[in-house]
């Protein structure tokens, strides 16, 4: 089973603060992980991506975000925040060697940067 | 704009009536992909399809869910004789073929069933 925990709901810092948004995963075999970040009123908007290689990848916005397979986490970071940042992030898992294609999403951390 | 588009963007109907919506994906992407999103939750996966076949639907909530892909291109997700649990976001999402492409996603409906 596949399955990706966010376990804070929220996470408040300042502006020009480091972020860091957490997630840990389930999967059998080798994961595919994305992040996405959802707006009021909008769709979810792809910002990054490990499939394989090095473990920081760098994604949209300045975010990065670092693979560990031993702790089976993918936090989300940003070396300092802005308040357009403001919105709700969601961590996805695929399982890279199963044939179904659909993403299994945690339950979203709400991201507040205070001016 | 050339991003993933769905019809409508809200609709609120009675209990009992049926609901068609639909989603155009991004031209050149043949996998599209249906969610649903409920409140303090996130995206939940129902069925995709790969050009005109859809590859997987067991995770549909029921048989009153049901979802086409006619010509491979737009993709409709029906809901017959609405009830109130079905009040959601409805997301759609189109990618390349692979597993590794990531998916891009429109703006979703909210039905609103009352």
């Known amino acids: 089973a596949q399955s990706v925990a966010q376990p804070e709901d929220q996470v408040n810092v300042a502006e020009g603060n480091p972020l860091t948004v957490k997630c ?3 999967v059998s075999g080798n994961p595919y992980l ?28 300045g975010f990065e975000a670092e693979f560990n397979k031993s702790q089976t986490s993918f936090h989300l ?15 996805a898992v695929r ?10 999403f945690g339950t979203g951390t709400r991201l507040t940067v205070i001016p | 704009d050339t991003g993933v588009s769905q019809d409508p963007r809200h609709k609120i109907t009675k209990r009992g009536q049926n609901v068609t919506f639909r989603c155009d994906p991004i031209s050149e992407h ?3 992909y249906w969610y649903r999103q409920t409140l303090g939750q996130g995206p939940e996966f129902l069925t995709y399809f790969q050009n005109e076949a859809q590859l997987e639907k067991s995770r549909l ?5 049901s979802a086409e892909r006619p010509k491979g291109s737009f993709s409709t997700l029906e809901i017959q004789r ?18 590794s492409y990531e998916q891009y996603f429109g703006p979703g409906t909210r039905l609103t069933v009352t």
């Open chain 2, 61 to 65: 909530l029921s048989d009153r869910f």
């Open chain 2, 82 to 99: 609405t009830e109130q649990g079905d009040s959601a976001m409805y997301l759609c999402a189109s990618s390349l073929t692979g597993a």
């Open chain 1, 77 to 91: 970071k940003k070396p300092s925040a802005l308040v357009s940042d403001s919105a709700l992030y969601f961590c």
């Open chain 2, 30 to 32: 043949n996998r599209l």
């Open chain 1, 34 to 61: 994305f992040w996405y970040v959802q707006y009021p009123n909008r769709g979810l908007q792809f910002l990054l991506k490990y499939i394989t290689g090095d473990n920081l990848v760098k994604g949209s916005y």
């Open chain 1, 24 to 26: 840990t995963y389930s």
């Open chain 1, 95 to 104: 399982a890279a060697q199963t044939g179904a294609n659909n993403l299994f």
